[in-house]
């Protein structure tokens, strides 16, 4: 028998319905691309992301 805690998230907050949806929603697929993306572009206007070579 599993007990409650054992149960995964299904729901995830849609921010185009502004409510919650299963994760099966094609709603889902497009956010988490969205939000990967967001980040994607964080990470790459970080200074700190290019390796720059020591002072000679
Ligand atoms: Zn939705």
Known sequence: ?????AQKILHFYCYECKDYELKTSPHYKAQKQRFSRR???REAKKPAATPTPPPP
Do not use: Q
């Open 39 to 41: 980040k994607k572009a």
């Open 1 to 5: 028998m599993g007990s409650p805690y």
